[in-house]
């Protein structure tokens, strides 16, 4: 009764402000270009080496009860033509099953090979309706491979168990992009008993693009450093939201924890995320980021954390230049 009565509180509250934000057009970028959107919530657009990506893409206005506070910085409409779908876990505020289908009929109207969906093990029966072209399952360390072909159809995944120690550019092979599943300290149930899914992050790499990592949701623990020391990311997606009551943080992780992560990973940018979009933790709405931003100060690092808001973009040229586009 008191966990109903919380998450109640939670509905209630998530109705009370009419919704913030607008959706801009994604940007389009050049050779040699990577540029990560940030939808909202855990979802970005990624695009880079010729590829377009999403990662846990949720543009539903609800989930069942529960009503996002900002709106999707992009429209599904507004889509470059996308290669893959990356799933890190089966919940519901990372898998909408309405937002992945409407996906799939915006590839198919437009003449398009649909997407493939990339997922952890356990969690492809409830994608396998939605349309995607094919759908891998990855173990953690376990990779997938997209060729070098331009064209969505093109993906050539191939399962490959990475030994300790191997670098992105071993990762990153002859093909145009790796993707690889990497540990996270979460739960992949949906509902209650299915307690089989898997969970976890990913590391996307290419020779010709910074190496990117999606964490997921996560507590803090030690594999961050094991991942950094296998799959050396640069760019860091992490999140900072819904770790209070303190309870919380058994799976999710604080701003302060999220920044540890980031130095233990020894990447150079972190993108917060999983903030701000849905009410789901006791937290004020706007209090992750603040601290987030007084931890990177304190470390002397606050030039490394680039926020995003729905629908901006970050963008690195090949030589490393940063941009930040888009308005919210």
Do not use: C
Not at 282 to 304: K, Q
Request: proline share 7%; no cysteine.
């Amino acid at each position: 009764m008191r966990k109903l009565g919380q998450l109640w509180r939670l509905v209630r509250e998530s109705h009370a402000q009419p919704l913030a934000g607008a959706p801009s057009a994604p940007p389009i970028i050049n050779d040699g270009q990577t540029s990560i959107t940030f939808i909202g919530h855990s979802s970005f657009l990624i695009q880079t080496a010729g590829k377009a990506l999403l990662i846990d893409p949720v543009f539903a206005t609800r989930l069942i009860v529960l009503r996002r506070q900002r709106r999707p910085g992009i429209r599904i409409a507004d889509l470059p033509p996308i290669d893959a779908v990356l799933l890190t876990h089966a919940h519901m505020d990372h898998l909408n099953r309405p937002s992945l289908r409407a996906i799939t009929r915006e590839m198919r109207r437009r003449g398009l090979a649909t997407p493939v969906a990339i997922v952890s093990t356990g969690v492809e029966d409830l994608v396998q309706d939605l349309g995607f072209s094919r759908i891998e399952t990855l173990q953690w360390w376990q990779s997938a491979q997209l060729g070098e072909d331009s064209q969505p159809a093109s993906l050539k995944p191939r399962l490959i168990d990475l030994a300790a120690g191997n670098s992105r550019h071993q990762n990153a092979s002859s093909a145009a992009i790796t993707i690889t599943a990497t540990p996270a300290r979460h739960w992949g149930a949906r509902m209650f008993n299915d307690t089989h899914r898997g969970f976890g992050g990913y590391v996307i790499a290419s020779a010709s693009g910074p190496t990117i990592y999606h964490s997921g949701d996560t507590a803090y623990f030690n594999g961050f450093t094991e991942i950094g020391r296998r799959l050396r990311p640069e760019i860091a997606l992490l999140p900072i939201g819904a770790y209070f009551p303190d309870s919380y943080r058994s799976v999710h992780t604080s701003p302060e924890e999220a920044f540890r992560a980031f130095i233990d990973l020894k990447a150079e940018v972190m993108i917060p995320m999983h903030y701000g979009t849905f009410r789901l933790g006791r937290e004020p709405m706007d209090e992750p980021l603040p601290r987030l931003l007084n931890a990177a100060s304190h470390a002397g690092l606050s030039h490394s954390v680039e926020p995003l808001t729905e629908g901006q973009s970050w963008t690195s040229a090949s030589s490393k230049a940063v941009e930040r586009d888009g308005t919210a």
